[in-house]
């Protein structure tokens, strides 16, 4: 199955310097996946990855590596369709960003897991059927 990975294990991995044991694991399970060739990236993702990049340098690097992966296409039902889950999860009071509801609905749409570390997705679960990925412990 295809990994849809979202931008905070993205950040862990390009970003930080010093990792924690658990951060340590996320990052060999999202290199793991690029082996296997299971990651899935959308253009959202991709923006919010080069978005507050000052120094023109570090973009550009960052914007080559992230070339490596293809976006997959986003429809307009996809659009819709998160439209639909911004506004379910509102009626139930739960915040979200647009991004987040147009990931739950790309993953939900294309039949794909989310990796992600933001813990605002275990609150998308029961509006959207959506499965998050989680770290293989027999790595």
Known sequence: MKILVD?????????????????????????????????VLIGPIRQELLSGISDKI????LKEKMRAFEDMEILSSDYENAAEIHNECRRNGIQGS???????????????????????F???IKFT???????????
């Open 7 to 39: 931008t905070s294990v993205w950040s862990l991995a390009l970003r930080k310097k010093s990792l924690t044991n658990e951060e340590s694991k996320i990052v060999k399970e999202l290199k793991e996946l690029i082996h296997e060739e299971r990651v």
């Open 58 to 61: 570090k973009f550009e690097m």
């Open 98 to 120: 647009h991004i987040d509801y147009l990931i739950c609905s790309a993953a939900k749409n294309n039949d794909l897991r989310v990796f992600t570390t933001d813990k605002d």
């Open 122 to 124: 275990t609150n998308y």
């Open 129 to 139: 059927g959506i499965k998050l990925h989680t770290i293989r412990e027999d790595m």
